[in-house]
Structure formats: C-alpha cells, structure tokens
C-alpha cells in the first residue's frame, strides 16, 4: 500500500521513528548533562578553565594554535559537507536518468521514493553544513577576544571576568561544531533506507544510543569528568 509520494506504510513508520530520534538527541544531551554529567557539559568548564589560564599567560601562541586547529578542523568538515552535499544532489537532481542507474548497484525502488530518500540525506547534510558555517563564524570572533584579552599583571578579578566571557563565545562555537559532526551520524541512518526501511529506524535509534553512551560513560567522557576534579572544578552532575 502506497501513501505519501509513493512511500509505504513501513517507509512513513521507519521516517517517522528517524525523526524523532533526530529530534530527540539535544535534548537527550542537555538532559544527560543535567542529571549525570555529559562530555560536552563539562567540556564547557574545561573551556572556562582554558580561557582563565589563556588570561594569565603572557605569550598566548600556543592559544592561538590552539583555536587555529580548531578552525582547520570545522573548515574541513564543512568543505566534505559541500562535496557530499554536492555528490546527492547530482543523483537527486539528476533525473530519472541517474535514479535509473541505482538498481546496478542493488538499490531499487520507484523514482518518487528515491528521491525522498535523497532528498532525507541531502537535508542532514544541509543542517550539518549550516552547523559548521555558525560554528566558524564564532570561532573567528574567539579569536578576536583572545587577541584582546587583558595583560597578564591585570586585576584577577577583572581577568576572571574576562575569561567566562571569551568561553560565552567559544562554548556556543563548539556546540555548533559537535551538532555537525553528530549529523553525520543521521546522514548515515539516512544512507541506510536506501537499503530497507528498517535499517532507516535501526540506524537512527542506534545513533541516538551511541550518542547517549559516548556523551556519559565512553572513557573520553570519564577522564574529562576526571581531568576537571584535578583541576579543582566541579563536573556537572558530580562525579
């Protein structure tokens, strides 16, 4: 039984679980942090703490370096978003030529349908390029507050202040980068539904479970937990 733009039943249940998956993982995330502790919450205090030693520095280079890596770094996944984004739509907008040609590669399905597929993957990839774009814009502008930042011999107080307002920007810059990369993951649930529907819901839901697990109890997100105790900061959530 067909339904919207030829998709089946199955099809519009194994969408409708992606969906909300995909909208489900902020808030998943910001919950986590809440409640036990998420990497990317205490990556915030590990932040806070890097302004506030950047502000106490006298050559500042190695900061610099620092957030010139991390530049690098958005740049280049924003330049493989376009290349993938570009490689979609040559398929999506290629017509019903190009759509021809999948059932040699094991993928077969009408035209309508394909190009929803498509369509889902180029969306993903979209967002993720928009992520990264907001991303570097507000990394250039961390760059310019640690250019500005205060003399070394400034009042502590006023170097303290300093510093939580340099992380306000750098903080929002990289969660906009860890939204890109995580869209990577959906792109791939995605791809998936090229195959079968079910693989559409299986990979979405075991993107979210992965993410869930990486963000409180992968190592990376222990030893960060255990690196802000050395440092003398609290982990939200405890440790």
């Not at 089946?8 to 998956?21: G, H, M, N, R, W």
């Not at 498509?118 to 507000?138: H, K, P, T």
């Not at 400034?154 to 980068?177: C, I, K, R």
Request: charged share 15%; with cysteine; glycine share 8%.
């Amino acid at each position: 039984m067909d339904d919207l733009f030829g998709l089946s039943l199955l099809d519009l249940a194994a969408l409708t679980v992606f969906l909300l998956a995909w909208l489900a993982c902020e808030p998943m995330i910001r919950l986590i942090g809440r409640r036990r502790g998420a990497l990317n919450a205490d990556l915030d205090l590990m932040r806070a703490a890097w302004m506030r030693a950047m502000t106490r520095r006298e050559v500042r280079m190695v900061d610099s370096q620092l957030l010139g890596h991390t530049i690098n770094s958005a740049s280049f996944f924003a330049s493989a978003n376009l290349i993938l984004i570009a490689a979609v739509g040559g398929v999506l907008f290629g017509g019903e030529a190009a759509i021809r040609n999948l059932p040699a590669v094991g993928l077969e399905a009408p035209t309508r349908v394909m190009e929803v597929k498509f369509a889902l993957i180029s969306v993903c990839l979209a967002r993720g390029l928009l992520d990264f774009i907001w991303s570097i814009r507000q990394l250039n502008y961390t760059v310019a507050l640690v250019g500005a930042a205060p003399v070394a011999e400034s009042a502590p107080d006023h170097l303290d202040a300093y510093a939580l307002t340099a992380a306000e920007v750098l903080n929002p810059a990289m969660h906009g980068f860890n939204r890109g990369v995580r869209v990577y993951y959906f792109a791939l649930a995605a791809g998936a539904w090229l195959i079968h529907p079910v693989f559409l819901a299986a990979g979405a839901l075991l993107a979210l479970g992965l993410l869930a697990w990486r963000q409180s109890l992968s190592p990376a997100a222990l030893g960060v937990r255990h690196a802000l105790t050395v440092l003398g900061a609290t982990p939200r959530g405890g440790v």
